[in-house]
């Protein structure tokens, strides 16, 4: 069996160097990682083999994995003891993500033992780290190898990506409450939700979605805070940040990106009632309307710029109007602020 390549670190208790594709030694581990680490050795009864345990990792070639991947642990124990055991765990931000205790196998034609486990997938952000462990028996010392840390790379998505990256990046941004649409192509839904980010985390203003937007919602970060979280079923528009949220029981359901009154046509803050509800188009291109203030309402228009451009209303994407429309009851009240 060939275990060459990869990402390769071999680390003795007793000091000793040897060969596991092309082992190096690791830096000292800090305190943490030692108590982490510690090995059982136990009362010793009487002579037992030597152990020598060398860990690789592979699939992640130059310390990175690419997000939501899994890595492939391999430890082998030199020399090869019958029904020893090892185990090998795989640690992020000083938790054990997961962990396998797993009967070494014989390498053939060689005196070496293997064991092997796949991670789960790798997708917070932050070191990961995986180590294997022999405890000792009482025919066979014990030891540990500790791999060389690594982490997730997010990648850049562009519009018209389909595959499983950017079916991951819309559920983590729909987990956080973007409106993202159907489907899993970086479609025009996917784009108007970028920017609904970017707004929210007071972003530059595009609908690309860079490796930093996936990080973060990767790592659960990255969604709207309410202000009027104890107002029940009711509707949020941020000024200063150009979005609009439709919420409920506490959460952020659905946040849009919408364009809100031109600094010479402000839109009134403060908190108003919805009261009116008209369908389709009317005769100057509003559609899908709802009031809430006088002659403000909030609907779909064929301009929805990154910036605040309407004669007052709360412009939302067209695509998006009928779902707002529906969603909203007569009563409900809109909280307009920043």
């Known amino acids: 069996m060939s275990l060459a390549g990869g990402l390769v670190l071999a680390l003795g208790l007793a000091g000793a160097s040897g060969a596991f594709g092309q082992d190096e030694l690791p830096a000292p581990a800090s305190a943490d990682e030692a108590a982490d680490d510690a090995v059982d050795r136990g009362p010793i009864p009487g002579p037992r083999e030597p ?3 060398y860990i690789q990792v592979k699939n992640a070639s130059g310390g990175t994995v690419g ?3 899994k890595v492939h642990v391999f430890a082998k124990i030199k020399p090869y003891v019958p029904d020893e055991v090892m185990q090998i765990r ?9 962990k396998r205790n797993l009967k070494v196998r014989k390498i053939k034609n060689r ?19 995986a180590v294997a462990v022999h405890r ?46 159907g489907g899993s192509r970086y ?3 996917t784009s108007r939700a970028v920017m609904a980010f970017r707004k929210v985390n007071k972003m530059s203003r595009s609908f690309n979605a860079s490796p930093e937007i996936f990080k973060k919602l990767a790592g659960g970060k990255g969604g709207f805070n309410l202000k009027y979280p104890g107002a029940g079923k009711h509707v949020e528009v941020d000024i200063s940040r150009q979005v609009m949220v439709l919420a409920n029981r506490g959460k952020a359901q659905q946040i849009f990106h919408v364009s809100t009154g031109a600094p010479s046509t402000p839109s009134d803050r403060g908190t108003f009632r919805f009261y009116r509800k008209d369908p ?7 559609y899908y309307s709802v009031y809430y203030n006088r002659g403000e309402a909030t609907h779909g228009y064929k301009s929805v710029p990154p910036y605040n451009a309407s004669h ?21 009240t809109m909280h307009v602020y920043g």
């Open 51 to 53: 152990a020598r345990v």
């Open 67 to 69: 997000v939501n991947e």
């Open 90 to 98: 795989v640690s992020h931000g000083g938790k054990t993500d997961k």
């Open 111 to 129: 005196n070496a033992g293997i064991v092997d486990m796949k991670s789960d997938p790798i997708l917070d952000p932050g070191d990961y780290r």
């Open 136 to 181: 000792g028996s009482p025919a066979q010392e014990p030891d540990i190898a500790r791999s060389r840390k690594f982490h997730p790379k997010f990648p850049d998505l562009d519009p018209g990506n389909n595959n499983s990256k950017v079916r991951l990046f819309k559920k983590l941004l729909d987990e956080e409450g973007y409106y993202i649409g």
């Open 187 to 189: 479609d025009d839904g």
């Open 280 to 286: 389709g188009y009317n005769s100057i291109g509003m």
């Open 312 to 332: 007052g209303c709360i412009r939302n994407p067209i695509p998006n109007s009928v779902y707002i429309y529906n969603w909203i009851n007569l009563g409900n």
